[in-house]
């Protein structure tokens, strides 16, 4: 780190990888909850008028 080799056993590497494909998985989740209720909203304002 910093210029520095770290040095984590293999156990910390993958449980480092697993938190980190953990929330990239949870923030595309949230993106795709996000999209969704936005098409919804569009959808509910166009059938209003």
């Known amino acids: 780190m910093f210029g520095e080799p770290v ?4 156990l910390a590497t993958y449980s480092i990888g697993f938190f980190c494909f953990w929330a ?14 936005t098409a919804q909203e569009f959808k509910g304002a166009d059938q209003e008028t």
């Open 24 to 37: 990239i998985c949870a923030a595309s989740s949230m993106a795709t909850c996000y999209l969704l209720r």
């Open 7 to 10: 040095h984590f056993s293999s």
